[in-house]
């Protein structure tokens, strides 16, 4: 067995053993069993990273083998730069969250685990999928656990929340199949992605397809005006459901427009590119300014997360390479900050039982060390330089600023407004006397919370400090990518 299927299938492998033990008698074992997974997921990951060959567009660690011979699917994996970091970060949020839940999940303890674990195999399927087959597969499975995650450890509206997120995603998601077929047909029964991105397509076939796939993909970003499910399940998902979300599950959408919608619809996405550059402005400005207004932390977060994946979608459509590669930078700094924010938000929440920011003020009088964790997390989500979510945010910019540089002047406005949340926020939770008897009576993070918010913290300030290691790794395949684009495929 390969890097790449052991990648998927340790994590499964774990979390399939965890449901069968019985719910709450071996809690503790449990957990451990949880997190050796978790860890030994992440482990496998890494020879992959040290084993990668930079400079290389082709993909890497390719594993082939027939599924469904009778339609020609087949178990095909492998990694590029541009899909290589997403693995690892999936590997590494896994670990967090296992650990973030250790104290705070007390029932259904083997469920909440094993769905997680499960989880994290199936995104890291759909980002090493070259089959499309495969990759719809994986992309579909992803809704189950998470599913099973908000519905069942969520809040007071959870079923509400698991039922809209499940119906907004699943409804993109056929009319993405209707695509895959017709592409199948098209290439004489292949579900090869490298063969489908030489298919010559019609124009009209084109477009067609592009908004096919995009309303699989851009629900899932999500892209404005699809993103109105995201608030309300974020609010109902517990801790760690929000940050696997945020930090992963945003950026399966994205990636499909990397593998999918640009390379094998380059003149669709070159006519359509006007559309989804309004479309990522609005994300990036409007959601901006109705996250100011939240007071709800968990919403406020969940708005900000659609303001900065707005930044992700119009790299991809200025069509340089600055854009594509700050795009990418941008979907790996935005899964450790809102990880890391809604980690510190579920760190509150289990102490005082409230996301209202009325209900807190004066947090750093009674948790000094974990307002420090915050206060560097809060300056990362403004895009302070220095941090991880400077690095990504200035490279889409500068390149929007060569595409045209009032789409460049808008899309930099995000700034002062991601500025302007995230610091109210933080003065009005953290700072000044302490507000009442609740937080006077707060007691700082313990060890486990502590490495939480730790390991989290040296990978925002390690990426946003020397960013060189990950944009080497993507350059060749970004560039490939953009050769693909370049080419007109209408026959």
């Known amino acids: 067995m390969g890097l790449l299927s052991l990648a998927i299938w340790v994590p499964v492998l774990f979390g399939t053993?965890?449901?069968?033990?019985?719910?709450?008698?071996?809690?503790?074992?449990?957990r451990w069993i949880a997190l050796i997974g978790a860890v030994a997921g992440l482990a496998v990951t890494i020879p992959v990273y040290t084993g990668f060959e930079i400079g290389s567009a082709a993909m890497q660690f390719v594993e082939k083998s027939?599924?469904?011979?009778t339609f020609n699917v087949n178990y095909h994996l492998g990694v590029d730069g541009i899909s290589l970091w997403l693995v690892l970060l999936t590997a590494f949020i896994t670990v967090i969250v296992v650990i973030a839940g250790w104290e705070v999940i007390t029932e259904r303890v083997n469920q909440y685990m094993g769905a997680f674990l499960i989880l994290s195999g199936l995104m890291i399927g759909v980002f090493a999928a070259q089959d499309a087959m495969?990759?719809?597969?994986?992309?579909?499975?992803?809704?189950?656990?998470?599913?099973?995650?908000?519905?069942?450890w969520g809040g007071p509206n959870k079923i509400y929340a698991a039922f809209k997120f499940f119906l907004y995603t699943l409804l993109g998601s056929l009319l993405m199949l209707v695509a895959l077929i017709y592409l199948y047909l098209e290439s004489g029964g292949s579900f090869d992605l490298a063969t489908?991105?030489?298919?010559?397509l019609g124009s009209q076939a084109q477009t067609l397809l592009f908004f096919a796939f995009f309303a699989a993909f851009a629900v899932k970003v999500p892209m404005w005006p699809v993103h109105t499910w995201l608030p309300d399940v974020h609010v109902e998902a517990p801790t760690g459901g929000s940050a696997v979300l945020a930090a992963i599950m945003l950026k399966l959408g994205a990636y499909g427009f990397l593998r999918f919608s640009l390379p094998i619809l380059p003149d669709a996405s070159h006519e359509w590119a006007g559309l989804m550059i309004v479309l990522s402005l609005v994300a990036v400005i409007y959601v901006g300014l109705v996250a100011m207004v939240q007071q709800d932390m968990k919403k406020l977060v969940a708005y900000s997360s659609v303001a900065h994946m707005g930044f992700v979608t119009l790299g991809f459509f200025v069509f340089n390479d600055l854009g594509v590669s700050g795009a990418i930078v941008q979907?790996?700094?935005?899964?450790f900050v809102s990880a890391a924010m809604f980690l510190a938000i579920g760190v509150l929440y289990d102490r005082v039982h409230s996301r209202e920011i009325a209900a807190y003020g004066g947090v750093v009088n009674t948790m000094p060390r974990f307002a420090a964790f915050a206060l560097l997390f809060t300056m990362a989500n403004c895009g302070l330089p220095g941090t991880a979510g400077f690095v990504g945010e200035w490279m889409v910019i500068i390149a929007a600023v060569k595409a045209n540089f009032w789409i460049g002047l808008l899309a930099a406005s995000a700034l002062i407004f991601g500025a302007a949340y995230s610091l109210w926020m933080f003065k009005r939770v953290y700072l000044g006397a302490p507000a009442n008897d609740h937080v006077k009576a707060l007691k700082d993070i313990g060890a486990r919370e502590f490495l939480v918010m730790g390991l989290l913290a040296v990978m925002v300030l390690y990426m946003g400090i020397h960013p060189k290691p990950f944009t080497d790794v993507m350059d060749a395949s970004v560039a490939e990518l953009l050769r693909h684009v370049a080419v007109s495929k209408l026959n």
Do not use: C, N
């Open 134 to 152: 495969l990759f719809y597969v994986f992309f579909e499975a992803t809704l189950i656990p998470m599913y099973l995650i908000i519905g069942i």
């Open 66 to 69: 027939a599924w469904i011979p």
């Open 196 to 200: 489908w991105h030489k298919l010559p």
């Open 331 to 335: 979907m790996i700094a935005h899964g």
């Open 17 to 30: 053993v965890l449901l069968a033990f019985g719910r709450d008698e071996h809690a503790g074992m449990v």
